[in-house]
Structure formats: C-alpha cells, structure tokens
T-cell receptor
Framework: GAVVSQHPSRVICKSGTSVKIECRSL??????MFWYRQFPKKSLMLMAT?????????EQGVEKDKFLINHASLTLSTLTVTSAHPEDSSFYIC??????????FGPGTRLTVT | AQTVTQSQPEMSVQEAETVTLSCTYD???????LFWYKQPPSRQMILVIR??????QNATENRFSVNFQKAAKSFSLKISDSQLGDAAMYFC?????????????FGQGTILTVHP
C-alpha cells in the first residue's frame, strides 16, 4: 500500500495563530487525499476531500475559511488551521485514496492550542 | 446516506483465543467495499482486511477473517489466536465505489483488549 507521512507529528500553538500540517504521499501519486479529525477514543470524522489542482470539497459543518486545504502537487496536501482556538485541539489525520478502493493513512498530527 | 454501526464499544479476549467484532451497515447500493482498520495506541491507522460486495467468498488475511452477510448487511471480523499486539481500536468502514476519490464512512469503533 501507499506510504503516507505527516509533518509535524505534534504541534503546540497559541490561540489566534495559524498552523500548517503537511501530508505527503511518498510512493504514490495521489490525485485525492482526505483530511480527518479524531477526538480521543472516537471515530474519524471526515473534514474534506483534497483534489490535486482544484478546490477541496468540504464536509457539511466544516468551515472552509478556517481549515484551508491546498493540494498543489500529486504528493503533497496541506491543511492550515487559521486563527486556531483551544477547541481546534485535536488529532488530524490525512489519507491517500487508491483506485483499488483502499485508503492509506498518515501517522497523524496532534494539535494543541493553548 | 450510508451508515456504519459497531455496537460493541469494548471487547476483551484472552491471548490465543478467538474474538469476533460486529459491524452492520446500511446502504441502498449493490456494489460497494467494506474494510476493517486497526488503530493501535500509536494511532496509526492500519488496513486489516477488505471485502468487495460482489464477492461471495469471505476475505481472509492470516489470523483475520470476515463473515460477510450481504443480505443482512453484516460484516464481522474474527481474530483467531489473538496476540497482545492485536490490542487496538478497530474500525469498520464502508466505501461506495472503488475510485480514488470515494469517501469512507466509519463506524464508531471497538476497543479490543487482549489479556495475557
């Protein structure tokens, strides 16, 4: 399966600042990547579908101006949390979709907003 | 909309024993994909097994097998000869199509504890 990396693995930022999370597909050209948010011991909540070279598709209830997604190349998608607040603290996971149907996931990024 | 339900928030099993995790789903589609993912304490999501709905034969991957009942919309995971490393949160997931842009719908998850 695809190998996916995320950077950083954990980040602490102050309230009101912005933070960028990178998701890289290391061995596969990904036209589609997905961004999820996960709270402790809870399921993954899909935030948006990232499409290479076009605008991301956001799920209902996800603020597109707050969670900016850029998928500028076939190997990189970024999620920027703008004007972060403590309620944005969470575990963010990206995945790469393959034509065979599977998704392969990055190791996740733990965001803490103080 | 498709929904996936895992009715067992927590399960436990003795090492070397067998455990079955339940999953039901709701869909009006005839062709779709089902998956079980494992999330250990590291929180890295790992694909355990997949099943295409058009295949009648149940998928098997080493100690992991599924019982796919299409009419009942049931997709359970059996773990045989449980090992300590199997301890994790397990998610059942549904996907409508096999394209790269198809979204996954996850169940609530089941926390599996393995006792030595």
């Amino acid at each position: 399966g695809a190998v996916v990396s995320q950077h950083p693995s954990r980040v602490i930022c102050k309230s009101g600042t912005s933070v960028k999370i990178e998701c890289r597909s290391l061995d596969f050209q990904a036209t589609t990547m997905f961004w999820y948010r996960q709270f402790p011991k809870k399921s993954l909540m899909l935030m948006a579908t990232s499409n290479e070279g076009s605008k991301a598709t956001y799920e209902q209830g996800v603020e597109k101006d707050k969670f900016l997604i850029n998928h500028a190349s076939l190997t990189l998608s970024t999620l920027t949390v703008t004007s972060a607040h403590p309620e944005d603290s969470s575990f963010y996971i990206c995945s790469v979709g393959q034509a065979s149907g599977e998704q392969y996931f990055g190791p996740g990024t733990r965001l803490t907003v103080t | 909309a498709q929904t996936v339900t895992q009715s067992q928030p927590e399960m436990s099993v003795q090492e070397a024993e067998t455990v079955t995790l339940s999953c039901t789903y709701d869909t009006s589609e005839s062709d779709y994909y089902l998956f079980w993912y494992k999330q250990p304490p590291s929180r890295q999501m790992i694909l355990v097994i997949r099943q295409e709905a058009y295949k009648q034969q149940n998928a098997t991957e080493n100690r992991f097998s599924v019982n796919f009942q299409k009419a009942a919309k049931s997709f359970s995971l059996k773990i045989s000869d449980s090992q300590l490393g199997d301890a994790a949160m397990y998610f059942c997931a549904y996907r409508k199509d096999g394209t790269s842009y198809g979204k996954l719908t996850f169940g609530q998850g089941t926390i599996l504890t393995v006792h030595p």
